[in-house]
């Protein structure tokens, strides 16, 4: 019986079990892999300098995950800001800071409602703080959850997704290229390829911001001086745009049922807020262009917006409401430009703390009747 | 750990090095099931020890139940619950009963069937006088929990790897280079390829939920075959390239399958290490070709059919365990009437047979990348009755990848059929390695990955 199981014999011939290895010194192939390998890198960065592209932090469902840990860990008092992209690219936090002393956690997701994250902090123990919910119509009536992920990754991040965010967060302000819109095949995917008859795609959102180390995202300068690309990336938010009038009436109905149900959630997640003290704010933030056709025609103000801000009882602050939300540049149609974004931040602010000093007097002389 | 392991320690510290490496390398996945790694450990050791002593022919097959007990019962619960439960409800339905149990809600620990396989190989080797138990309890932790090839193999023999530990061991530069290549190979063929160049197409295509055009259904399915090849192989290769930069020889899990001629051949080039497993503890002990022709046909319909059932617990990985069980039949059965024709061995009959080979193994695919039969059957429909119908969902991008990139690897593995990549790079200047090897690196770094887990993570 061989007893090759056994661990403790003194004479193992070792290349009994060595891999076969290449009969030639590999020493020099390695020095020049490395070479070629670094050249190519540097000049895969440098041409996308050249396009305009600056290293920025990745917007990875890791980096939303530590952000909400915050809350976890000793900032549930914070002013949190909730929503879709509206709300991410408007709200500047070191604007939000320098008005009010405290910088604000934004935990917006662009494409995606807010409700799951709304109805987590109605539950979290830890969070007494403020919150700014974005109403982005589309999404928010539509309970949409492009990155739901990210939520699903706070919950449950593995050992490992928490290490490789660290490690990843430790290039990311370096390398320009690193960056999910410029992945090798994500901009294969992205070149004029000939159509083919009959197959429907979907364009990419292309990449409209720089994001911070706390997620403050500002708009990319070329979206704001690149005509070019302005357009490209007002074409892909009217892309595959459908009237309501010809959607059937099955989808219609499924619709404004699936609407009900996100005002129902909303209204019960901020009856538990207001309950344990959180004082919750909806903004809804301003658009044009395609947005000023296709978010009446889905989602008209009075069956919306409206009824969720006199069921929830919440303040509410809608920019076609308020001066002080209105006259911003929109360079595609949907967000701020960066210098605008200060703005508008500065303003809306005040605004809140305005409408806020204005709803509780209103409260206090309801409570002295 | 290459520091750790190239520093002036004493071998025992670099094992228990190694030890610790490996249960956090497990721990980085979801951290209590470290104890599962534990359980197996423990329990495999003594019975082995035990089985070694002990003469009792009754006791012996006790002990051996203990270890199979043990490890398949952790498999089974954790991977085949869900499965037995979902027909335990449909049997019952059947009889006119409405079971409605709780949610069964368990996650599946990853690489749970493979370590499972190597450490009932030690008991079973142990049991079957093939070999003796290890004295050292260090080197059989480390032999259950080696982190190179821990969660997707190759499923190594206890026979191969516990020697290993029994000497220090530190690479030598060639080692450490080719080491270094073999990982930028896998890493190559699972980011660059298998997620990059193919995953899109096979996941539109299983994805689309509706009957497709032939074009789509085959270049959907063609697809897949690349991925599933270059994720799994591109695992082995980083794992053995692992474990060579630390000086120890893992064996290899793939040798070039789209390469081969015919189905016992494809089984000799596929998965090595679980098909020679399933050889060496199924199919030998069910009999094997020793008992008549009738009796080697059901060992290896039912080796086949649990080969299948190991990869997930679905009737769509038993149906491909089946398909590849009657091909491995009814090439056993044309063999012995027709095998010996001087014809077969003609260059252009050889590439035929290849194809066909292919063509075969891709149907079976169908099976095991479906996410249930309606799918796969509607798949099958059409990549055989070619009806146009169906929609069409890939763009222009999507096919130009997918043709590409498998004529590309069939021609890498026709025309490395019969050699070895060790054998290649020695006869190429050593400037066009470096050239090829440092533009890997680059395309890799390029491709910037997803968050995509290794397919066979899942198994």
Known sequence: MPSSTSSSEPNVQRSKYDRALPKRPLGRAFVVAVIVAASLLVAWEMHWRSFGVMPSYRNSNGLWAMERRRIDRGE????????????????????????????????????????????????????????????????????????????????????????????????????????????????????????????????????????????????WSKVETDPEYQALARKIWADGFIPIEERDAEWIANALDNRRKQIDRAVAATRKLREKGVEVVFVR?????????????????????????????????????????????????????ASEADRYTEALYHLIQRERAAQAADSTAEASQ | MLALHNAPLSWTTKKTNLLIASYLFYAAWNPPFVILLWLSTVVDWHVAKRLFTEEVKSKRRMLLAISVIVNLGLLGYFKYGQFLLENFIALVALAGITYQPPDWNIVLPVGISFYTFQTMAYSLDVYLRRAEPSKSFLDFALFVTFFPQLVAGPIVRPTHLLPQFAVARVATPQQLYWGLALMTIGLFQKVVVADGLLA??????????????????????????????????????????????????LPDNFRFPYAAIGFSDFW????????????????????????????????????????????????TFVVWGGLHGLYLGVERWLKARVGKLAIWTTLPMQILLALLTYFFINITWVFFRAPDFATAWRLIDTMLTFETAGEKVLPTVFITQTVVTIAVMLAVHWTMRERRLDDVVARVPGWLTGLIWGAMLMLIVITQGGSDAFIYFQF
């Not at chain 1, 974005?134 to 539509?142: H, N, T």
């Not at chain 2, 074009?215 to 399915?221: C, I, N, Q, R, V």
């Open chain 2, 268 to 315: 000799r080039r596929w998965h090595i290490s679980l098909s020679s497993w399933l050889r060496d503890y199924l199919y030998i002990p069910l009999g094997g070709n020793r008992k008549g022709n009738l009796r080697t046909y059901a060992n290896l319909m039912t080796t086949m059919l649990l080969g299948g059932l190991w990869h997930g617990a679905s009737w």
């Open chain 2, 200 to 249: 899109p197409a096979a996941d539109a295509v299983f994805g689309a939920g509706e009957t497709l055009h032939p074009l789509d259904a085959w270049l959907g399915t063609l697809a897949f075959s690349g991925q599933i090849f270059s994720d799994f192989a591109g695992y082995s290769t980083t794992a053995i390239g692992v474990a060579l930069t630390l000086g120890f020889g």
């Open chain 1, 76 to 219: 549930g008092d914070a002013t949190v800001i909730i929503g879709s992209s509206r709300a991410l690219f408007n709200t500047q936090l070191d604007v939000w800071e320098r008005e009010s002393g405290e910088r604000p956690i934004q935990l917006a997701l662009e494409g995606t409602t807010p409700l799951s994250i709304m109805e987590d902090l109605a539950d979290d123990p830890d969070f007494s703080g403020t919150l700014i919910v974005g109403v982005a119509p589309g999404l928010f009536f539509g309970g949409f959850e492009y990155r739901r992920k990210a939520f699903d990754q706070y919950l449950n991040e593995s050992p490992s997704q928490w290490l490789g965010q660290r490690i990843s967060m430790l290039a990311e302000p370096w390398l320009a290229f690193y960056s999910y819109d410029y992945g090798l095949f994500t901009v294969i995917k992205r070149q004029p390829w000939p159509e083919r008859a009959g197959v429907e795609t979907e364009m990419d959102v292309r990449k409209l911001v720089n994001l911070g180390r706390d997620r403050n995202a500002r708009m």
């Open chain 1, 285 to 337: 933030n301003p658009a044009e262009g395609h947005y000023a056709v296709s978010e009446p025609m889905y989602n008209p103000r009075q069956e919306t917006w409206d009824v969720l801000i006199e069921e929830t009882g919440a303040l509410g602050l809608h920019w076609q409401d308020h001066e002080e939300m209105q006259g911003y540049w929109l360079p595609e149609w949907s967000h701020m430009s």
